[in-house]
């Protein structure tokens, strides 16, 4: 049989020989970190056996397929691991995700880091023992009855989801056998490079109705040197990531009895919101935004005329009872537009009341899979200035451009553009009936899109097939700090809802013509926004945004009043201010301050007293020196009003991590 190599030499064998084998014959080297053989394009193990001619192609840990393999792997060593310490452990699944595995147990007591480490030193064992990894099949009924005998309901259900003709294989390691589908490294001993990162519990298969699982997290890589850097910024994300430092911080919690996706913002957190909202709903009216507020709930003959009934009732929480005829059936609201076209229906309009630009904070609700719920970010109530702009088709560029000036102008702001990607979302013309309008409408719009942002001199990517059915829009791209990307903000252009809502307006000829419109966001939902800033500045905010700017520090009781005078003048500025008043010694009142994430503190003693002054002590400079009361309020106003960002001293951010 002739064996095709990747580089396109040919080797010849007389009887059939494993993939291995043929790696060993290539070269020992090869065969030692082989991982993977690709038959043929497809991944088997190595013990595969050719006996006709094929293409082979040998994959190690420095090929994505072949470390994929060595991960999967490890997910397998890892259980073995677990079983032994914790007997009466069910396993359920454990597949290789990206830079590593995960596996879900279903057992009482959740992994602590203690338990981790445990099972590490158990999977090195495994490891060093070497157990070779070996396939078998068996036909369904007998692999349903192996693994009731083996009471491991998981895998019971698992093969009896499987297809009928599905192919039902197992993966014996000297004992440890677990269902699956492959492929897996030669030995146990090729599992190299790996920590547990994490535990968590997991509804079996993501579903709350299930029972909650315990799923434990790895990572392993080609070298120590990629392990030790992932390891550095996993922890650098840890330190960052919203949904443990806003927790921290207080700024916000859940509550298992008010449910999964409703978080509570605490006094901290509603107070960053509550400026940038103010921000936000400031500028929307400088920018001559009119300003509505409409209901949280309308009929279900609403969402019958916007679509929402037939196309998105699963994701709306539905008030009221659909079976009897007679009851008004409600339905919380998932987006704000429909409210928004009837305040512009209810007068008359005409060419010259365009554009119309409405702007509303609102609250809305999507009731989506609780499994996916997360911290801030996956919620199921969330509050958004949206705007809706009704403009006449001539104003689309310039109605465009305003909205797009609008969310850089709040980025910037916001010190978040730099870290964002535009995408333009166009349709999929080979898929036009989920579309509203005729190829030539969209071509038209599309072009129009592309030549605003070109004008704007906006880099961006296009992607086909992520518009919405009423027209194109500019998604706003971030990434939390683990690299997973959301749309934050989008603006979105629609030729065709007006139609639907029978919206127009009488223009110059007299005529009643069709409006565009424009939905809009600024800055994201401000829940997610709130995380975005936790996780960019590790919470150490723009001053604006603290929810505690100042903290004035008596050096002792003795200066208690001065303090307090310092404090009134803060207030009155109207500067976020508060008192440490606390008989703990001024060392530990600053080290306190600076865990909290104060901008600033101010020391009150004997010297300032005297003088009128305060000792200013700022997360940006450290130690500032005396300054006069006023001229540092006049400074922090400034600051305020001007929403300037300003640099940490590294000093401090290094305190926070001791934390
Ligand atoms: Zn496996
Ligand atoms: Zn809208």
Same mark, same amino acid.
């Given at each position: 049989?002739?064996i ?7 080797k ?7 993939a291995?084998?043929?790696?060993k ?9 082989a ?9 088997k %193990?190595?013990?595969?056996?050719? =006996?006709?001619? !094929?293409?082979l192609?040998i994959?190690? #840990? &420095?090929?994505?397929?072949?470390? @994929? ?5 490890a ?5 073995e ?5 914790r007997p009466e452990v ?10 590593g ?14 338990d981790?480490?445990?099972?590490e030193?158990e ?9 070779e990894l070996?396939r078998?099949?068996?036909?369904r009924?007998?692999?349903i009855a192996?693994?009731?005998g ?6 019971v259900e698992l ?10 294989s197992f993966? %014996?390691?000297?004992g440890f056998v =677990?269902?699956? !589908?492959?492929?897996h490294i030669m030995? #146990? &001993?090729?599992?190299?490079?790996? @920590?547990?990162t994490?535990?968590?519990g ?6 709350e ?5 315990q799923?434990i997290y ?10 030790a850097e ?9 330190m960052?990531d919203h ?8 700024l ?5 009895v008010?449910?999964q ?8 957190g509603?107070?960053i919101?509550q ?6 709903e400031d ?17 279900k ?23 009897d005829p ?14 928004q076209?009837?305040v512009?229906?209810a007068?008359p309009?005409?060419?010259?009341d ?9 609250t809305?609700?999507r009731?989506e ?5 997360h911290?801030?970010t996956r919620?199921r ?14 104003q ?9 000036d609008?969310?850089?102008y709040?980025l910037?702001?916001?010190g ?15 898929n036009a009936?989920?579309?509203l309008?005729t190829?030539?409408t ?11 942002l ?7 990517t296009e992607?086909k ?12 791209q ?13 603006i979105?252009l629609?030729m065709?809802l007006?139609?639907?809502?029978d ?8 005529l009643?013509?069709r409006p565009y ?9 401000y ?5 975005w ?10 001053t604006?945004?603290?929810p505690?700017?100042v ?13 307090e005078?310092?404090?009134k003048?803060?207030k ?21 301050a600076?865990m909290d994430?104060?901008?600033?503190m ?7 007293q005297e003088s ?5 002590r ?17 400074d922090?106003?400034?600051?305020i ?15 926070q991590?001791?934390?």
């Amino acid at each position: 049989m002739k064996i095709t190599l990747k580089d396109g030499s040919v080797k010849e064998y007389d009887h059939a020989m494993s993939a291995y084998d043929i790696a060993k014959d290539i070269s020992e080297g090869l065969a030692r970190a082989a991982c993977l053989a690709e038959i043929n394009g497809e991944g088997k %193990d190595l013990r595969t056996v050719i =006996d006709q001619d !094929a293409t082979l192609n040998i994959l190690t #840990t &420095k090929d994505p397929a072949g470390i @994929k393999t060595m991960r999967h792997t490890a997910s397998h060593v890892m259980a073995e691991a677990v079983r032994r310490l914790r007997p009466e452990v069910k396993v359920a699944i454990g597949p290789a995700i990206e830079n590593g595995w995960y596996y879900d147990f279903d057992t009482d007591k959740p992994f602590t880091r203690e338990d981790l480490d445990a099972i590490e030193a158990e999977m090195k064992k495994v490891i060093k023992e070497g157990h070779e990894l070996k396939r078998y099949t068996l036909p369904r009924e007998e692999a349903i009855a192996k693994m009731e005998g083996m009471q491991e309901p998981y895998k019971v259900e698992l093969i009896r989801d499987l297809p009928q003709d599905a192919v039902i294989s197992f993966y %014996d390691q000297d004992g440890f056998v =677990d269902l699956c !589908a492959g492929p897996h490294i030669m030995s #146990t &001993k090729g599992v190299k490079n790996f @920590k547990l990162t994490s535990s968590s519990g997991a509804y079996w298969r993501g579903n709350e109705k299930n029972k909650m699982l315990q799923r434990i997290y790895g990572c392993a890589f080609d070298t120590k040197e990629e392990l030790a850097e992932y390891l550095k910024k996993l922890e650098e994300a840890h330190m960052r990531d919203h949904n443990r430092l806003g927790r921290e911080m207080h700024l916000f919690t859940t509550v298992d009895v008010i449910g999964q996706g409703l978080p509570l913002l605490m006094p901290k957190g509603a107070r960053i919101v509550q400026a940038l909202q103010r921000w936000v709903e400031d500028e929307e009216e400088k920018r001559g935004y009119l300003l509505t507020k409409t209901p949280l709930m309308a009929k279900k003959d609403l969402y019958i005329i916007s679509d929402h009934w037939q196309h998105y009732k699963d994701g709306m929480f539905v008030l009221g009872n659909e079976e009897d005829p007679n009851a008004e059936v409600f339905a919380l609201r998932p987006m704000t537009c429909p409210f928004q076209y009837y305040v512009f229906k209810a007068e008359p309009k005409s060419y010259r009341d365009m554009p119309c630009r409405y702007g509303e904070t609102s609250t809305l609700f999507r009731n989506e899979d609780s499994g996916e719920m997360h911290g801030l970010t996956r919620v199921r109530q969330f509050t958004i200035s949206e705007g809706h702009l009704i403009i006449r088709p001539d104003q689309v560029e310039d109605e465009f451009k305003g909205c797009v000036d609008l969310m850089r102008y709040c980025l910037t702001t916001l010190g978040l553009e730099e870290d964002v990607t535009y995408r333009l979302s166009l349709w999929d013309p080979d898929n036009a009936d989920h579309y509203l309008g005729t190829p030539e409408t969209w071509d038209i719009v599309e072009n129009l899109m592309r030549k605003i942002l070109n004008d704007i001199g906006i880099q961006y990517t296009e992607a086909k097939g992520e518009a919405a059915f009423y027209g194109p829009k500019l998604d706003i791209q971030a990434k939390n700090v683990y690299g997973k990307e959301d749309t934050m903000v989008t603006i979105q252009l629609d030729m065709f809802l007006a139609e639907r809502f029978d919206m127009f307006y009488t223009d110059k000829d007299g005529l009643k013509k069709r409006p565009y419109i424009i939905h809009r966001t600024s800055c994201g939902c401000y829940e997610r926004t709130l995380a975005w800033l936790i996780e960019k500045y590790a919470g150490n905010f723009p001053t604006w945004l603290c929810p505690e700017q100042v903290r004035v520090l008596p050096i002792s009781e003795k200066y208690q009043d001065y303090a307090e005078t310092v404090l009134k003048k803060l207030k009155d500025a109207g500067i976020k201010a508060s008192l440490d008043d606390t008989a703990e010694k001024i060392g530990y009142k600053i080290r306190q301050a600076r865990m909290d994430r104060l901008p600033y503190m101010v020391i009150a003693g004997e010297k300032e007293q005297e003088s009128g002054t305060v000792s200013v002590r700022s997360r940006f400079l450290g130690d500032e020196g005396a300054k006069d009361i006023d001229a540092f309020i006049a400074d922090v106003l400034k600051e305020i009003r001007d929403k300037t960002i300003r640099p940490n001293a590294p000093a401090d951010e290094k305190d926070q991590k001791k934390a």
